[in-house]
Structure formats: structure tokens, C-alpha cells
């Protein structure tokens, strides 16, 4: 349904420039130097040299720590198949040379947990920066869920072990904000934030802090405790600065809080699960209009690294192309100006009313009990609703081209007993979804669409 403009939220530009503080103080360029033969391409397009010294880098206040603005997200690795064919694991040749190429190029921030890439990020994490020199990076990771203090400490030992490190840069109480009675029973009641902190005091965590996805009384609630938190992680790009959908508390408010409190933000999903690399045509021709060689990544990576009281911005980099790019966006930044953000509010407007299944892929719904491929199947419907390939009518003028696309990429992309159709709706997923979407509603949608398609049916 098409929202009509009186009934949305102003989207102040101004006030936002003031609030994020464009041209912070606390950011850092050197603007020399260009490794040569280095250049990168993205989308058939050249975009240029990739420079090694032009880094863009904040200022920790807490610590002191100089960390570069674009951050590697480890939640997703490059995998292969195994060699005996037994299935598969991570890539670690591919892994090392990611990493070794972004430490190289000004990047020194490395994002990671113990329960992502089923659970093998810590160890290929640990594995690729072990052959770098302690001081050359930041680690970060995470207490996942566990509701005992034993659990807890056993999994922040493992991470160090499996990250082959004495101490860790940032660490994260991971995914606050369903309920105070749930961030009770997983820090308060069993001490296991008590054991954090002295960890704290000894110099085995360097920062302590959180990540959020949830609702706004535990995000209030957690940054009034009685606790220096010297960090906090929070989802923000220009869909959710006013748009924030399911799990989530809209970013102008979660980063106006954190500025008040000097509370340094770190920053995921700055693309929305990638659904902000693939913005439809109507807005990528309104971006075109302004910087036609800039991919709508990058317009979206500015806007998240432009307020000032930004560390990082974390991006799951699994080709060698998008860190390229990546790099060359923050070395250095160019903040954002008044007239890009009004250009952004007008893609915003086009995205919140789009039909876009508000999925990221971050795979927290993963492995489906029934083998289902979730993230992959809501991908393919989002890249062609991207396209503008979303077909309304039986009797569109591209009906013929959009249903052999959709049907055939379908198949492509996800085989066919991991596809929506075989969806028994056992809601094992719901609890795990970060943006609360509905998924085995969802799924039926996608399901019922490709029907449509493969009978032919009128609609």
C-alpha cells in the first residue's frame, strides 16, 4: 500500500546533518599513497585504483583506539566442497587472502561470533590473523546465548582459544533486547556480566560492549545501567534511520542515545542483508542522476560511516570485488551532503513501499529442521523485486520474460527441496528471526507467487 506523505515522518535533513556531525574531528585520513597495478572493477564497471594508504579511521574515546571505518564482518565466509565430497567447510586459502589483502589496505577491525558460519568463523578468523602481528588488528566477538555462568565462560574461553589469542580487542553481549527479563537471566542473575567486567579489569577485554536487535524499553534500559560500556553495535542505514522494521528500534533514535552518553557506535547491516546493493531501478536511476558511476552500495556505505560518532561499519566481504570496492569508498570518505541525503530520502520512500521481504540473510534462521535454503529462497524474490521483474497482473506486457526469469532463477539458485514449497510451517525459525519477519508466512507468499507462474494461473 502506497503511503501517503502526511502520514510519514518528516525526514529532516538538517537536523540530521546536525545530529550525526559531519565533519567530525575524531576521524583521521592520510591521503597518500596507491599501490600500483591495483585496480578493481565492480559490475562491469572500473572504479579505479584501490588505495593502500588512504584509509579512513575514528577514534575509540574510551580506549584510544584508532580503528579503521570499514570493518570485516566475519558472519559470512567464503565455503567449498570438501574434498572426500562429505559436505562442506570454509575456504580458509580464500579466507586468508581476504584478510591479508584488507590488513593491507588500512582495514584492522575483524567482527566475528561464535555461532556464525556454523560455527567455524572464530577458527578460520583466528587462523588468517594469526599470521599477522597482534598489534596490526582489533578482534571482536561475542557471547552468544547461554543461560549459566559456566556456559558463558566456557564459550568466551573457547573463543579466545579458537581466535588463538590472550586477549580480546571488543566483546559483545550478543543480540540484546527481547525482554529486561531475558537480559537478566543471560548476564544479571547468573553473574556472568561480573565475570565480564573483571575480565575487563585485568586487560583480557579491552572493550565491553553490546549488540542490539530488539525492543526499545532494553535498549533504554541496558545503556542507563551502572556500567561504562565502551561500545554498542547497532543496525543503521538510511532505510532504518526512520523505517526500522520488525526487531528493531529506528537507528536516529538508538544513535541519538549513544551520541548522548558518548557511547561510540559500531555499525551492521549498513546494506540491509544486501537489499540496499540492489535498490530498484526508479532509485538507482535517481543516484545515477547525481554520481553515475557510484554503485547504490556505496551510496549506502557513506551514509552509514558519515556520522562522527561512528567506530566501524561491518560488511560480510566474500569477494575480493566488494572489499575492493569497499576500500575505496572509505579511503577516504566523502561524508555525505544535504542534497544526497534528500536524493536518499526519495529511495527510502520508494523501498517502504516496495514488496520486499525485509530479509538480511544474516542466517540466524539456519539450518531449517526440514533443510529448507530460507535466506536464499526470500534472496531470489528480493533481487526480482529489485529488478522490477515482480509481475501484478497475468496480463502484464512483460509477463512471458518475468516468469521464465523468476521460475528459472529460482531453480538455479535454490534447489528444488530446499524451495518454499516444501515449507511445513513448523515456526522452529520465528524465534531466531533478528527482524521478526513471519517467515513461514513469507514463504507461503513466495510459494504461492511461483505457483501462479508455473500454471499459468491468472492473478
Keep these: ?106 582495514v584492522n577491525y575483524f567482527d566475528t561470533a561464535p555461532i556464525y558460519v556454523r560455527g567455524w568463523s572464530e577458527a578460520a578468523t583466528g587462523i588468517a590473523l ?46 540484546i533486547g527481547s525482554s529486561i527479563e531475558d537480559f537478566h537471566k543471560r548476564f544479571i542473575d547468573n553473574k556472568l556480566l561480573d565475570f565480564l567486567l573483571k575480565e575487563r579489569e585485568v586487560g583480557r577485554i579491552r572493550n565491553l560492549g553490546w549488540s542490539f536487535h530488539g525492543i526499545v524499553d532494553v535498549f533504554d534500559y541496558v545503556l542507563a545501567m551502572d556500567v561504562q560500556w565502551d561500545f554498542c553495535q547497532i543496525q543503521l542505514n538510511y532505510q532504518d534511520w526512520k523505517y526500522a522494521t520488525g526487531r528493531n528500534v529506528n537507528a536516529e533514535y538508538l544513535y541519538g542515545e549513544l551520541v548522548k552518553r558518548n557511547v561510540p557506535a559500531i555499525i551492521m547491516e549498513p546494506l540491509l542483508g544486501g537489499r540496499l546493493a540492489r535498490v530498484p531501478q526508479q532509485a538507482l536511476n535517481m543516484m545515477n542522476e547525481i554520481h553515475l558511476e557510484d554503485s547504490a552500495a556505496k551510496w ?27 576500500i575505496r569508498t572509505y579511503s577516504p570518505l566523502e561524508p555525505l551532503n544535504e542534497q544526497e541525503y534528500e536524493t536518499l530520502e526519495q529511495v527510502t520512500e520508494i523501498l517502504v513501499n516496495s514488496d520486499y521481504i525485509q530479509c538480511t540473510e544474516c542466517q540466524y534462521c539456519m539450518p531449517c529442521p526440514y533443510g529448507l535454503d530460507i535466506p536464499g529462497v526470500f534472496a531470489h524474490y528480493n533481487r526480482c523485486v529489485s529488478a522490477g521483474k515482480m509481475l501484478k497482473s497475468s496480463n502484464d506486457e512483460n509477463y512471458k520474460n518475468a516468469r521464465r526469469d523468476f521460475l528459472v532463477g529460482y531453480d538455479r539458485s535454490i534447489p528444488k527441496l530446499r524451495q518454499a514449497d516444501h515449507c511445513i510451517e513448523c515456526n522452529e525459525c520465528l524465534s531466531r528471526c533478528p527482524q521478526q519477519i513471519r517467515i513461514p508466512e513469507e514463504m507461503s507468499r513466495v510459494d504461492q507467487y511461483a505457483e501462479q507462474l508455473k500454471q499459468r494461473l491468472e492473478f
Design 1 to 106: 500500500m502506497i503511503m501517503e506523505k502526511k502520514d510519514r515522518k518528516e525526514f529532516n535533513r538538517r537536523n540530521f546533518l546536525k545530529i550525526v556531525g559531519v565533519g567530525s574531528v575524531t576521524s583521521a585520513t592520510t591521503l597518500i599513497g596507491c599501490k600500483p597495478d591495483n585496480r578493481v572493477s565492480v559490475e562491469g564497471g572500473s572504479i579505479g585504483e584501490v588505495p593502500t594508504d588512504r584509509m579512513t579511521y575514528r577514534t575509540n574515546p574510551n580506549t584510544g583506539d584508532v580503528v579503521s571505518l570499514l570493518g570485516y564482518g566475519c558472519m559470512r565466509l567464503p565455503l567449498r566442497q570438501k574434498t572426500d565430497g562429505s559436505g562442506e567447510e570454509v575456504d580458509q586459502e580464500t579466507v586468508n587472502e581476504l584478510v591479508d589483502y584488507a590488513i593491507e589496505h588500512g
Design 130 to 175: 594469526k599470521r599477522h602481528p597482534r598489534e596490526s588488528f582489533f578482534v571482536a566477538t561475542k557471547s552468544s546465548r547461554s543461560n549459566t555462568l559456566e556456559s558463558g565462560i566456557a564459550m568466551y574461553h573457547k573463543s579466545m582459544q579458537d581466535l588463538q589469542v590472550d586477549y580480546l580487542d571488543y566483546y559483545l553481549l550478543h543480540s
Design 300 to 326: 549506502a556505505f557513506r551514509y552509514a560511516g558519515t556520522p562522527e560518532h561512528v567506530l566501524t561499519v561491518l560488511s560480510g566481504m566474500v569477494y575480493m570485488e566488494h572489499l575492493q570496492e569497499n
